[in-house]
């Protein structure tokens, strides 16, 4: 039987090369975003559908029921300031958008998992979901609490072959990562040019952007029947970032 995946945030940067493996491997995916545009277009290149939505309205998810087999929580967004300046709106947004709704999703997609005694939840974490930085205090607590999401999603499918894991990148070339170098110019007081190496990759030991495509083979693996026994787990891929 085909499978079903639905991938958050899957009209560009890493969902959509997520969906575009999912597709190649022969699934039937959903692509969920809120730009119509960007996701019909994408749906319709790799034969899936599109689900426009705007997931930081976590009210309209409550009553939500999913009849996916895989789930990919990946949507995001990103505001860099310090604490004492971070706009308690933005705060909020952030944990509804990358906490609160993949909460909602996978409540949503677990009793047809559960069902059909098969399912993968695979979060889109961060090296931020391990470690902190300066100025990302919200996408920084949203990140640990989908760690924590995933581990007891983790425990509470197991023993109906459901399997929860993290995917936990460092900086990979998404639009948006570009739009954080600006940010982070103007925050750090630095030219744009040298944000990459001085900032992003500092502490990387691979002075390099992560390709999304390598993020999609990761995700490609925690989906398949090979992975049964990988749940509860954090997978890194952020070029020694966390080694340190």
């Known amino acids: 039987m085909r499978r079903k995946a639905l991938v ?5 940067g890493i969902g959509a090369a997520i969906a575009e493996r999912f597709a190649a491997d022969g ?6 975003d809120r ?15 599109a689900w426009v939505v705007d997931l930081a309205d976590t009210a309209t998810l409550e009553q939500t029921r999913l009849d996916c087999d895989v789930l ?3 949507a995001g967004i990103q505001r860099v300031a ?18 609160e709704s ?30 902190a930085s300066e100025f990302k205090v919200a996408y920084v607590s949203a990140k640990h609490g989908l760690e924590g999401l995933s581990k007891v999603t983790a425990l509470e499918g197991a023993p109906h072959g459901v399997t929860s894991n993290c995917i936990n990148p460092g900086y990979v070339r998404t639009p948006l990562v570009e739009k954080q170098i600006a940010d982070q110019a103007s925050t750090h007081g630095i030219p744009e040019d040298e944000v990459i190496e001085k900032i992003m990759l500092t502490r990387s030991a691979i002075k390099e952007l992560i390709e999304p495509q ?7 693996f925690l989906a398949s029947d090979s992975a ?8 890194v891929m952020d070029g020694g970032w966390t080694a340190q």
């Open 8 to 12: 958050t945030g899957g009209a560009s």
């Open 214 to 220: 390598d993020v999609g083979a990761l995700a490609s």
């Open 82 to 99: 310090p604490i004492h300046e971070f706009a308690p709106e933005d705060f909020r947004l952030i944990q509804r958008l990358m906490l």
């Open 228 to 235: 049964g026994m990988v749940t509860g787990s954090s997978y």
């Open 102 to 131: 993949p909460f909602l999703l996978v409540r949503a997609a677990l009793p047809h998992m559960y069902e059909r005694g098969w399912g993968r939840i695979i979060n889109v974490s961060s090296a931020h979901g391990l470690r």
């Open 35 to 49: 730009d119509a545009g960007a996701a019909e277009a994408l749906a319709s290149s790799i034969g899936g559908e």
């Open 27 to 32: 699934m039937h995916v959903v692509v969920a």
């Open 72 to 74: 990919v929580n990946n």
